[in-house]
């Protein structure tokens, strides 16, 4: 920094010297500050195990359900948008963490109405990411019937023609290729699995997709879900604390603001992980 | 802090906010284009898939890069706390690899089982001479 003067200098180049003598925080940072970023590293080992749960099944499976035509349905009526919903799920996200940021910042400044101010829009930004995935597990739950042990969304693995329609997309007599999707729909009770014929002449059924698929999906995006949730939980106590004036008092720039900004920033940062391997490759 | 350096402050988070939303839709329309949404046609090409996968776990990384470093201001921490907390990330990173491996390799297994299953005995082959096999052994084959 250029306003470090000389003298500061020379006192962090002895600091090695000083730092078993006793009285001074390890890494210069607060005993709160450093056991955040260290739950932080056990709660991402947790989530990287998830993934590498979800990455193994997904390689062990000849198909996997394709993204693009798993999530293209949004609010209002709109169907075939791929990711285009999720995609302003994410931007919730990442705007509520560039709030989070001008809440830290102007807890450095000793300025309460600003911390509560922008904290209470990183509230409302994680709020809408919560009802944003409601309806997105919604939608996937009661109308496409996905569940934990079922996964309705297949994969063809040769081209062929069908000899049934289903009422909603697929007309009897239309063809698909080998590597197209389709969603087994749930008819009075009952999937409706339709058959076809394939190109070398024989009659199948529609299979279901891979079964780990719902499971994966509901926990990894539920656990995620469940750390913004807990996070707007935490933000609206650390808002209703530093508007009551708590923090004013502590004289430490608001530091509690800053160790929640730590979780939220790392909730943003688990789902750049989540959106890449559910809904982006 | 000065004034100014406030003023500045402010600015560089809202090029923060820009640069993840940007990198976010380079990601979203790469990951259109390599599924064939943007130009029909291109999706069947392997180059294409690993390319564009490749392309997009790259920006993805750089913007966990971002949110540490900017966000969460590891850039201004000591170099000791960011070793402890990066380096067992790292580590991880390449357990992670083995195991999507490991994945891989369950799936060529699998097919393997998958055609040997379909392998069939050539019953023309006379084996009396050399062991006696019960009639219901070749089910097993």
Redesign the interface.
């Known amino acids: 920094m250029a306003t470090e003067t000389i003298a500061e200098h020379t006192e962090m180049e002895h600091q090695g010297q000083d730092s078993w003598s006793g009285g001074k925080e390890p890494f210069e940072a607060s005993y709160g500050k450093l056991m955040m970023w260290y739950f932080l590293l056990s709660d991402a080992f947790t989530f990287a195990g998830f993934l590498i749960a979800y990455g193994a099944l997904r390689f062990s499976m000849p198909t996997w359900p394709v993204p693009d035509f798993v999530f293209s349905t949004a609010p209002f009526g709109i169907h075939h948008a791929p990711l285009i919903f999720v995609t302003v799920m994410s931007f919730l996200l990442i705007i509520s963490s560039v709030t989070m940021v001008r809440a830290v910042q102007e807890g450095h400044r000793e300025n309460k109405n600003g911390v509560v101010f922008w904290m209470i829009l990183t509230v409302i930004g994680g709020a809408g990411f919560l009802g944003c995935q409601a309806w997105e597990w919604n939608n996937l739950i009661t109308v496409e019937h996905m569940s934990v042990t079922t996964n309705p969304f297949g994969t063809h693995i040769e081209s062929g023609v069908y000899l049934e329609g289903d009422g909603h997309g697929i007309k009897e007599g239309d063809t698909f290729d080998a590597g197209d999707s389709y969603l087994i729909h749930y008819h009075d009770g009952a999937y409706d699995q339709l058959s076809y014929r394939t190109e070398s002449g024989e009659v199948k059924q529609q299979e279901f997709g891979p079964k780990a698929f719902g499971a994966l999906f509901f926990f990894i995006t539920g656990f995620h879900g469940f750390h913004v949730f807990s996070g707007v939980a935490f933000l609206l106590i650390i808002a209703l604390n530093a508007a009551s004036g708590l923090y004013v008092k502590r004289k430490n720039g608001y530091e509690m603001v800053e160790k929640i900004g730590l979780y939220w920033h790392f909730v943003d940062l688990v789902w750049v992980f989540v959106f890449l391997v559910f809904y982006l490759l | 802090?000065?004034h100014g350096n406030?003023e500045e402050?402010?600015k560089k988070?809202?090029i923060?906010?820009g640069v993840?939303?940007v990198l976010?839709?380079v990601?979203?329309f790469v990951?259109?284009f390599g599924?064939g949404?943007i130009m029909g046609g291109v999706e069947?090409m392997k180059v294409v898939l690993w390319g564009t996968?490749l392309l997009?776990?790259v920006l993805?990384a750089y913007?966990?890069y971002y949110?540490?470093y900017k966000?969460?201001h590891m850039e201004q921490?000591?170099s000791?706390?960011q070793l402890?907390?990066l380096l067992?990330?790292g580590l991880?990173i390449w357990?992670?690899i083995a195991?999507?491996?490991?994945?891989?390799s369950?799936?060529a297994r699998?097919?393997q089982i998958k055609e040997k299953d379909k392998i069939q005995v050539d019953e023309s082959v006379k084996l009396e001479g050399y062991y006696h096999v019960p009639d219901d052994t070749k089910r097993y084959f």
């Open positions: 802090m000065g406030y402050a402010i988070v809202y923060g906010l993840l939303a976010t839709l990601e979203v990951s259109l599924k949404h069947d996968g997009i776990i993805s913007k966990a949110i540490i966000f969460m921490e000591v000791g706390l402890s907390v067992p990330m991880l357990g992670m195991f999507f491996q490991e994945g891989g369950w799936n699998r097919q």
